[in-house]
């Protein structure tokens, strides 16, 4: 029995697939750096996460890197890549997967009419042996594989059961039956679920999970209705990310079987604190902003704006709650520090939100955490979550020494910069169609690279004029991505920072992939 069967055969057990790396990073715009996927992998293993699909090592060599290391990392979670139908994905997420402490081979071939005529290109038999030999290849490198057929919410059922039965005579050990499009509706769900369980010979022996996109906005009912129809693992995405709209959202899956126990009395191995710390990772390394009234982890999820609610509120919290901020990991938002804030209270707080610190990064943290409340009366928990985001360190190649911009309705915007690159100053103006072009002029004038920028994103952290802006930059170099991130009450500034970043970031990887080749 596998780790994953022991789990599943727990009564009431839900078995929670995280497939943000997989799946979410497929959103466009999504990508994730190297580290990144370390990173969120970690949280989420410590997270108590069961299974990570970690990515598709076929896919890149990126992809394979990312699988190989979080397999190596991994602690508690099953760690799984995904696969084609053909032996060479499958023997490449087997290599992948070679230092996993518990492995997974995902692998997927579509059996819906539309897809196997236009996109495969293939006879329903030849679809069959695909299936057959896809899932055997598997098993030649783990005993825990899972099986999918891609599209099979709008597959024929006498077809569906026949594809699910070749693949458990084969060796499978998990059925997902992946809603593709995000076409199903709840009670078609639930009634899919319960026909595979009753037409399919050895589907008993087998573990049934559901994988819901969101194209219609029923990701989350439609995996709980599976589960109510007997299907015990649910895959889902930290905030919902995946392809076009979405997968369901796992911090909505998890809450609502907890929440409403009454009627779902299943549960997950989930630790239900990291939830929110886990949100705004990935919210802040893929630069993809939370949708403010997201349910759960949105920033008004526990927000009460109207007097009649707040009145309920000071009364009994229940009145307009049905879960607690701390349930999720959310501390108080209101004011916490000012410049008079200490550093004991800095330490505590930042540990409330989530983060252990040394004495030495602490004492980093601190001199910024001063520098922002002497430019920002108020610092709020969004503030300190930004500085903690903001990826720049003194062993940096590049750094921003000095930077003025002048802007405004006459053009051309000018930026005069100093940038540090290796311990050496260089002084340039460049003039831009805006002030943010200025300066990213100015930069490529010291620092000159082909790399091509793919995003640029602007969020103010919290209200208010004085606010500080989180920008993120994403930079593609043949092939791979980088990111940086950084925060400011001026716009501009966190827009230098950034991209400088995203630039020390391309440095490391170019060091990395050709010793020597760094500069520029
Ligand atoms: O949505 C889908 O069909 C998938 C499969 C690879 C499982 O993501
Ligand atoms: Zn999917």
Redesign the pocket.
């Known amino acids: 029995m596998t780790q994953s069967e022991k789990t599943a055969s727990e009564e009431g057990r839900v078995i929670i697939f995280d497939?943000t790396l997989?799946?979410g990073e497929?959103s466009p715009g999504a990508t994730m750096s190297h580290d990144e996927k370390l990173e969120i992998a970690e949280l989420l293993d410590d997270m108590g996460v069961d299974i990570i699909e970690a990515g598709f090592p076929i896919a890149s060599e990126g992809d394979f890197e990312a699988v190989r290391d979080i397999a190596n990392r991994s602690k508690n979670a099953v760690i799984c890549g995904?696969a084609r139908s053909s032996i060479k994905d499958i023997d490449r997420a087997g290599e992948a997967l070679k230092g996993a402490r518990q492995s997974r081979i995902?692998t997927?071939i579509s059996t819906s009419p539309l897809h196997m005529k236009y996109k495969l290109k293939m006879e329903p038999a030849a679809v069959l042996e695909a299936i057959e030999a896809s899932v055997s290849r598997a098993r030649s490198h783990t005993d825990n594989v899972q099986w999918?057929p891609?599209?099979?919410t709008r597959t024929e059922h006498d077809f569906l059961c026949r594809s699910v039965e070749t693949a458990i005579k084969a060796g499978a050990t998990t059925i997902?039956i992946?809603?593709?499009?995000g076409y199903t509706v709840p009670n078609e769900s639930a009634d899919l679920i319960r026909m595979l369980l009753e037409r399919v010979p050895g589907a008993d022996e087998v573990i049934f999970a559901t994988?819901c996109?969101n194209d219609l906005g029923m990701a989350t009912a439609n995996a709980l209705a599976a589960v109510a129809a007997g299907a015990r693992q649910i895959?889902c995405t930290i905030n919902g990310l995946?392809?076009r709209a979405g997968?369901a959202a796992l911090e909505e899956v998890v809450m609502a079987m907890r929440v409403r126990n009454d009627v779902m009395p299943w549960h997950t191995g989930v630790d239900s604190t990291k939830i929110m710390n886990l949100s705004r990772r990935v919210s802040a390394v893929t630069g993809f902003p939370v949708q403010y009234n997201k349910a759960i982890v949105g920033k008004n999820a526990f927000a009460h704006e109207s007097g009649i609610h707040q009145d309920g509120m000071l009364k009994h919290a229940g009145t307009y709650e049905i879960m607690r901020p701390e349930d999720i990991g959310l501390t108080e938002t209101n004011l916490v520090m000012g410049k008079h804030s200490g550093r004991a209270a800095l330490r505590s707080k930042l540990e409330n939100l989530g983060y252990e610190l040394g004495e030495n990064q602490l004492k980093d943290v601190f001199v910024r955490f001063k520098e922002l409340a002497d430019r920002k009366k108020e610092v709020y928990d969004e503030d300190l979550i930004a500085l903690m985001s903001a990826d720049s360190s003194d062993t940096d190649h590049i750094q921003v020494k000095f930077l003025r911009v002048i802007c405004g309705t006459e053009a051309p915007q000018s930026a005069d910069l100093t940038l540090v690159v290796d311990g050496e100053s260089h002084q340039v103006t460049a003039t831009g169609d805006g002030p943010v072009d200025a300066v990213f002029n100015a930069i490529k004038m010291v620092f000159p690279h082909e790399a091509r920028l793919a995003l640029y994103q602007v969020h103010a952290v919290t209200g208010g004029t004085d606010a500080q802006a989180t920008v993120s930059v994403r930079m593609e170099e043949d092939g791979k991505i980088v990111t940086g991130q950084s925060s400011d009450t001026d716009t501009v500034v966190a827009s230098a920072k950034a991209y400088v970043s995203a630039l020390n970031n391309l440095i490391v990887r170019r060091q990395k992939t050709a010793p020597g080749a760094a500069k520029h």
């Open positions: 497939t997989r799946d497929q995904l995902h997927f999918s891609e599209d099979g997902n992946p809603d593709t499009v994988h996109h895959e995946g392809e997968n």
